[in-house]
Structures are given as structure tokens and as C-alpha cells.
């Protein structure tokens, strides 16, 4: 390694200690790096550092300016036992050289080596036992969120290298004492309590006692302009920060939020028979978070909106809060507690948060039909990328973390909780319960993977896990149900179930559900034990012949199940809720299949449904659907007729309904799919009048929707995104809308300038309004002017993957190409592809997923 001596003079050392650090080296005769230095974490890199490396704790100090645009100097003191190697240890730091101001090594200041992304510490100036490393620095920006009141991090998957060098690999966990000094007015929270603050003219210093033990990507600390609102729910007191300022809001939501809290912390520590396992427990309402919810230890950080909903809420929107709060709450034990040994076992902590919020929404909301929110939550959402030519297995290798963001998505979320219920279902709940606990114990403050978890649940159970487990998490795709049903004199003298991989293969998926057979005056439902790949259903035969058979009819199965065509007219008479949303779900993936029913006839079949289904999770099911072949699966010329019809069903079944949510979805529908005069014109009405229709409560976040809806239509009224937005109140707001208005111009000159402003990072910075801003520009009634746009969009995919969160390349995707139907927009997602024999294999899989709507509408609507 060549050392670049005369910069030592410039940090200040004297020519003698010069020397004797260039003796240093010469006595040591340090070799080459052993180890590669490579861009990224790979995980030969966090595997050799967890061998040598214990006992770590970071000090850090931010200097935070109130203007975003000024930088945040930073100094921090790492301390760590160290095992002997003749090797430079590596230090990760995501940002450039010039960062780096001054290092020193057990108090002797070192000369900087930066390489690809690491700062290296040349293990002559370490030595075995305790070390401290001294850097000070220049924060880095790309994960500070940085906003002209407030910042936050969001450092998962190995984002906090971005912001401070540090060792980032989930298994090298560590404590983290923090020192803030921000503007006087700000507001501050961390992972660990306060120790205590000190003003000095217009700045605030906030020190915060050491953290308990986690990883870098679980640091976290926020600091602005925020409202404080602290309770003491069950004994354990509690802060919230906020910025919103709808006092509607706060007056139905607040209190709510933290006995949301309270409850599930409640049922969390009798399932795991562990007391809460940290410090305190906080939460931020940031505006316009990436995500729904990050679980930082005791300091979740959620997005505003998801917390605070007003008096025009739906049922839905009330129990997806709650189910949020029960995920994050539920991480505090799953991947907080005990956290993976390396992300490509991030599933592993999804899973369990989903599993674990599910049971603590049985709880909670005991008025909801927790299988019917399962069952509508997860199984499309699964379906959506499982039946995909991009689909991922739930177990995925991972060889360097700067791939990690890539692992997210639909499978991870959706289908692994499904996996979950038939692991509960084959084990027993009982014995699923007692092995995890055994799990959380054993591996308590540590980290585990999923074949630690394995060998623990094998012991409680005689079931062959690990045959299971082979098929559902380390393979992609779902399989495919095909039935025969013979009778005779009335009977059923036979009925064959076979099953095969969607692909053609001959994989089996082991799993149980339940098959109705539905007759004029009840229903028989039968379990179906789904061993092999075809099976006998010995219990059905003798049964009188079914008027006709609902597949999945519990919603326990995953595949693609068959459809029973008689069963289409007759939806609206099955009584069980539950049946009724597997029944849809099969009549869409078989659509998409073109099995069974055409797009337009499911459009009809729906549309009839509207003002009979009398579930509101159901309904938000069925209007979601039927969006979806409107916009998506019907060409622009018939687009027209449809739409007439289902408007006047839409609003029809509106005014009858009495129920207010479902009266709420029905008015998006309307308001989602109108076209005609009459429907523009009313929704003007509404919109200019702030009148709503009788029963349904809209807000401000309503009408600047319906402001938007009204744009993107080219409603011939001047200012109308203009006037919206001196109605709103919250600046937060008031800055989304002003973002995305050039994006819904009806000037194509500003649409262009707006998509050309998408090549800066800088652009870009706001994740959630991108997103929002592009699914307005590629709005169907926009393709024929934005599928410009596309090739420049795909070209930008790396860099999204790069520069944004992990979310945002799949977003970014779906945003852009989620209304396209033509063959030519599917051609130009496979020329792309094939003009990259190299692409990056996750992205393309990415892609993959988010045009398979493109790809099967293409086939669907412009077949021969």
C-alpha cells in the first residue's frame, strides 16, 4: 500500500512522528489488503469483521445548521475490541474523500486512505484488546432527508454509511451515544433517552444517554420543527412528534395513536413472554415518509398521513393504521431485538412484524373480519409479482449490501405471510408459539437466521420443515389448481384436484385449504390436504352434485385456483365475506391468464356487484379491480362506452348506500373513472362549491385529490390546481402540491420541463411526490403525449437504484409504467432488456414485475 506521506504535515504532525510512523509500517511489513476493497459491503468483507471485530460503540456529534443546504460538520469516536490481522481494518463510508477531515488511531492522528467507499485503518496502528477510532467529518447528505424545517435518517438497508463511517452490517451491533446541536426551536429524538440540552444564544446542544445494543441500519435521530405530545399509556410513557396542524386530525387521532401503541406492546410481551426490551419507546409523524413505518428502536418514524386521518377516514384506512402501528411495534422483538445476521434474511423480520400484527389486529379490532383483511391485503398484492416473469423467491442470496434495497417488495410483504399461515397451520398455533419464543430468547440482543429458526420450530413439530420450506421460501412462483368433478345420478362419484407449477414444472407446494360446495340453500365446505400433486377428495364423493364449487373458499390457499363458471351470476349469493373476496381474486388472476372470463364481462360482472356487496373491504376489492380493467385492460375506444354505464351504477349505487365508507369508495370510483361531461361537471360542482354528496364526508386532502382529477382531465376552468392551493392550511402540504402542478399542466412545454427536472438527484429528493407526480404524467389519458418519456425513465433506473431509498426504483417503475396497454410500450421494455445482456439482474427482475401489466394487457387487449 503506498501512503501519501505529505499530507500528514497538513493535519498538523511533526516531521519526527513522520518518521516513526513510516518505521511503524516498515516493522510490521504490512502485506496487500487480504481483503478485497470493494465498493459496497460484501459479505466476505462483514463476515471477516465480525471474526475480529466486538464490543463496539460509536460517539457521535452533529452540528446541524438550520438551512438545509449548508453541511453538517461531525466528529465521532468509535471504540471496538480488535483480534490481531496483518490487515487494514475498513471503515464504510459512502461519501467523498473530501468528507474526511482528520483521523486518529488510540490518540494518534493517521494519514487518510480512502478507497472505493472505505476508510482504511492499517492494522499497524491498531492492537489487540480495546481500540478507539477518531474521525472527524463532513456528514453525508444522501440519507439525511434534509427539508427547510426538519431532517430525519432512514438508514436501512446500509444507509448509515452515507451519513458516518461505521462497520455496516446488521450483526456488528453496537451502542450509540448522540450529541445534536440544532436550532434553539427544533426538537430533537433519538434512539435513546435524553441526558440533557443547553441553549446557548440561537442553539440548542441535546445530549442523549448511550442506546441500547443495535445495528447501524436501526440508528436513527430526527431533528426540526415539531410539536412534542407526550402520554403515559399502562405506565410507560410515551413522546410523539408531528407537524401536522389539521386540528380535526389531532383531535381524532392523537390519543388514538397511543393506545394503538400501548395495546400492542400489550399483547407482544405476553406472546413472547419478554418485557419490552429497550430504553423508552417514541414515534415521529414525518410528512411524506418514504414508507409507511420504520421500526427505529424506540424511536419509529412513520409517515404522517398513515397516523393522522380525519372524520372522512374509511373503516379501511382506520384498520391499515392499526395495522401499521402492529407492524412497527411488532419489530421492536422481531428484528430489533433479535435481528438477522445479513439482509438476505430481511424477510425474516417482515414476515414475522406482518405474522405478529395480523394476531394483534384479532385483538384489537375485534369488530374486523381479520381473515377478509388478510386475505384482501395480501393475496393480490402477492399475486401481483408472483405471476410475473421478474418473480423472486422469499429467501434470496445477497453477496453485497448495496444490493440489499432490491430485495424488497411484494414476495417479502405479502406472500411470506401467507407462507407464515400455512407453517402455523401445519405446525399448530400452540407449537408455532412456543418454538418462537424459544427463538427469541436463545437469540435475544444477538442475531439468528432463518435456519436457526428452523432448527428451533423442527423440535416442536414432526412435520418435515425442511421439505416445506424449500419449495415456499427458496423458490419463485405459485402453483396452479385444475379439478374434475364426475357425477352420477345426482352425486359426486369422483373429484380429482391436480396441481402443477404455473410454469409448466412438476414442483409441489404442500398446503391445506378449503373448497366449497355451494347449493341452492347452504354450503358444504370441504378441507383440502394438498400433498401431492393430485389427490382424491374421498370426502366430496356421495355429496349431491353442487350448484357449483368456490376454490380457496377460507382463503388459507396460494395459487391460482380454478374458476367454476356457473359460480359468476351467482356471486352475490354467497354469504360468507371471505369467499366472496377469494372468489374475485380468482376471477381477476384468471383473467389475467385469459381463463375463464374476459375483461369485459368481469368489468359487467362487477359493475352489477357494486351496490351488493356489503363489505367495505370487499367493495374496496372490487372498485380496485374494476379501475384497474377500465383504465388498463380496455382500449381508449371502448373505453368510453364503459365507463358511461359503470359511472351511472357507480353514482347510483352511491346515493342508495347508507353505509359512509362504502359510500367514500364508491365516490372514488366515480371520481377515479369519470369521463363524461355530466360526471366532470358534477365533480366540479363538488370541488368549486366544497359541497359533497349527501353522506359523504370529504376533507382537504379529498379536494385537492379532486383538484387533481380535475387537472389531469384538462377541465376547462383556469386555476383550479392554483386555487386548491390557497386552500391549504399545512405548509407540508402546500409544498406536495406545488411540486407535483407541473406535472398535471395542460401545457405540454411544462410537463416536459418537469419530466427533464427528474435527471436531478437533487429533483428527486422527495421520494413519495416523485412517485405521486409520475403517476399523473403517465395517467392513461396522457399516454399518447408521456410515452416519450419512457425510454429516458428506464435509462434513469440505475441511478434511482443508487440515489434513492429502497422502495423507490420499484415505485419509480410502477409509476411510470403501470397504465400502458399497447404492444409497442411492451416491445420497449423487451428491446431495453435485450439491449442489456447485463443489466443488473435485480433491476431487470424490478422491471420485469412492474411491466407484467403492460406485457398481459398488451396480449389481453390488442390480441387477434
Not at 105 to 127: D, G, R, S
Not at 128 to 133: A, D, I, R, S, Y
Not at 490 to 502: D, L, M
Request: net charge neutral; aromatic share 10%.
Amino acid at each position: 500500500m503506498v501512503w501519501n506521506f505529505p499530507k500528514i504535515i497538513r493535519y498538523g504532525i511533526t516531521p519526527l512522528v513522520c518518521l516513526s510512523l513510516a518505521i511503524a509500517c516498515s516493522r510490521h511489513s504490512l502485506p496487500a489488503n487480504l481483503l478485497m476493497v470493494e465498493t459496497g459491503v460484501s459479505q466476505t468483507l462483514a463476515k471477516a469483521r465480525k471474526q475480529i471485530i466486538s464490543q463496539l460503540a460509536y460517539s457521535l456529534k452533529f452540528d446541524i445548521p438550520a438551512q438545509k443546504n449548508q453541511p453538517i460538520p461531525a466528529t465521532e469516536t468509535i471504540t471496538f475490541t480488535w483480534q490481531k490481522i496483518n490487515d487494514s481494518l475498513q471503515l464504510d463510508f459512502k461519501e467523498e474523500r473530501a468528507h474526511i477531515q482528520n483521523v486518529s488511531v488510540n490518540e494518534t492522528t493517521i494519514p487518510v486512505v480512502f478507497k472505493q467507499e472505505h476508510l482504511l485503518i492499517p492494522a499497524a496502528f491498531l492492537k489487540p484488546g480495546t481500540n478507539t477510532v477518531s474521525i472527524q467529518f463532513i456528514a453525508g447528505n444522501l440519507s439525511l432527508n434534509r427539508n427547510d424545517e426538519y431532517l430525519y435518517t432512514l438508514l436501512v438497508p446500509d444507509r448509515a454509511r452515507t451519513v458516518f463511517p461505521c462497520f455496516d452490517q446488521p450483526d456488528l451491533k453496537a451502542t450509540f451515544q448522540v450529541s445534536l446541536t440544532i436550532p434553539a426551536g427544533w426538537q430533537a429524538m433519538t434512539n435513546a433517552p435524553m441526558k440533557d440540552s443547553s441553549v446557548t444564544g440561537g442553539r440548542k446542544t441535546v445530549n442523549f444517554l448511550a442506546s441500547d445494543r443495535i445495528p447501524t441500519y436501526l440508528f436513527s435521530f430526527v431533528a426540526g420543527k415539531f410539536t412534542p405530545v407526550t402520554r403515559t399509556p399502562n405506565g410507560r410513557p410515551m413522546t410523539l412528534l408531528h407537524r401536522e396542524t389539521d386540528s380535526t386530525k389531532l383531535r381524532l387521532s392523537t390519543d388514538l395513536l397511543f393506545s394503538l401503541h400501548a395495546d400492542a406492546l400489550r399483547f407482544l410481551e405476553d406472546f413472547t413472554q419478554i418485557p419490552y426490551p429497550f430504553q423508552k419507546f417514541d414515534f415521529v409523524a414525518v410528512p411524506d415518509f418514504q414508507y409507511g413505518g420504520m421500526e427505529h428502536t424506540g424511536a419509529i418514524d412513520y409517515r404522517s398521513s398513515a397516523l393522522f386521518l380525519d372524520n372522512g377516514a374509511t373503516r379501511d384506512q382506520r384498520l391499515s393504521r392499526a395495522h401499521v402501528i402492529a407492524h412497527e411495534t411488532a419489530h421492536m422483538w422481531f428484528g430489533d431485538l433479535v435481528t438477522m445476521r445479513w439482509f438476505d434474511d430481511v424477510w425474516l423480520k417482515e414476515v414475522f412484524a406482518n405474522f405478529m400484527a395480523d394476531k394483534i389486529m384479532e385483538v384489537s379490532s375485534p369488530d374486523a373480519n381479520y381473515n377478509l383483511q388478510f386475505v384482501v391485503d395480501h393475496f393480490p398484492a402477492a399475486y401481483g409479482v408472483d405471476r410475473t416473469e421478474g418473480a423472486n423467491p422469499i429467501g434470496q442470496p445477497l453477496v453485497n449490501l448495496q444490493e440489499a434495497g432490491s430485495l424488497y417488495g411484494g414476495i417479502i410483504y405479502h406472500k411470506a405471510p401467507i407462507m407464515m399461515r400455512q407453517l402455523e397451520q401445519l405446525m399448530g398455533k400452540t407449537a408455532l408459539r412456543d418454538g418462537l419464543r424459544e427463538y427469541l430468547k436463545k437469540y435475544a440482543s444477538d442475531n439468528a437466521s432463518w435456519t436457526d429458526l428452523i432448527s428451533i420450530l423442527d423440535t416442536h413439530t414432526p412435520a418435515d420443515l425442511q421439505t416445506w420450506n424449500r419449495v415456499w421460501v427458496n423458490e419463485t412462483g405459485r402453483p396452479k389448481f385444475t379439478y374434475q368433478l364426475d357425477k352420477q345420478a345426482g352425486k359426486i362419484s369422483r373429484f380429482v384436484i391436480s396441481q402443477t407449477a404455473e410454469d409448466g414444472s412438476s414442483r409441489l407446494w404442500p398446503q391445506s385449504f378449503e373448497l366449497a360446495l355451494v347449493y341452492p340453500d347452504h354450503v358444504d365446505e370441504v378441507m383440502v390436504n394438498m400433498n401431492q400433486p393430485q389427490i382424491m377428495l374421498t370426502e366430496a364423493v356421495g355429496k349431491p352434485a353442487p350448484s357449483f364449487v368456490v376454490f380457496n373458499a377460507s382463503g388459507q390457499g396460494y395459487g391460482i385456483f380454478p374458476v367454476d363458471t356457473a359460480m359468476i351470476s351467482a356471486l352475490a349469493t354467497l354469504k360468507n365475506p371471505v369467499t366472496r373476496a377469494s372468489a374475485y381474486i380468482n376471477l381477476y388472476e384468471n383473467m389475467l391468464s385469459g381463463q375463464a372470463v374476459t375483461p369485459a364481462q368481469l368489468a359487467t360482472t362487477y359493475q352489477n356487484l357494486l351496490s351488493h356487496e356489503p363489505e367495505e373491504l370487499n367493495l374496496r376489492l372490487l372498485t380496485s379491480q374494476l379501475s384497474d380493467i377500465i383504465w388498463t385492460l380496455t382500449k381508449p375506444e371502448a373505453r368510453t362506452v364503459l365507463v358511461a354505464s359503470v359511472e351511472q351504477e357507480t353514482w347510483r349505487a352511491m346515493e342508495q348506500e347508507t353505509a359512509a365508507g362504502k359510500k367514500k369508495l364508491l365516490f372514488r370510483l366515480y371520481q377515479n373513472i369519470a369521463l363524461s361531461t355530466e360526471a366532470r361537471d358534477r365533480l366540479y360542482a363538488i370541488w368549486n362549491d366544497q359541497k359533497a354528496p349527501a353522506g359523504v364526508t370529504l376533507t382537504e386532502d379529498d379536494y385537492t385529490s379532486l383538484a387533481l382529477a380535475l387537472a389531469i382531465r384538462d377541465y376547462p376552468v383556469e386555476g383550479i390546481l392554483t386555487k386548491q392551493l390557497t386552500r391549504i392550511k399545512n405548509p407540508d402540504r402546500r409544498k406536495r402540491l406545488e411540486f407535483m402542478m407541473p406535472a398535471l399542466s395542460s401545457n405540454g412545454a411544462e410537463r416536459d420541463a418537469f419530466f427533464a427536472s427528474m435527471a436531478s438527484e437533487t429533483n428527486r429528493e422527495h421520494e413519495a411526490w416523485v412517485t405521486a407526480a409520475l403517476g399523473y404524467l403517465h395517467h392513461p389519458l396522457r399516454m399518447e403525449t408521456s410515452a416519450k418519456y419512457l425510454p429516458k425513465s428506464l435509462d434513469l433506473l440505475e441511478e434511482i437504484q443508487r440515489t434513492g431509498d429502497i422502495f423507490f426504483p420499484e415505485s419509480w417503475l410502477r409509476s411510470i409504467l403501470s397504465s400502458y396497454q399497447t404492444p409497442e410500450t411492451a416491445q420497449l421494455v423487451r428491446k431495453f432488456l435485450a439491449d442489456r445482456p447485463d443489466y443488473n439482474a435485480r433491476l431487470r427482475a424490478k422491471l420485469l414485475q412492474a411491466a407484467d401489466g403492460t406485457f398481459r394487457a398488451s396480449k389481453l387487449v390488442y390480441r387477434p
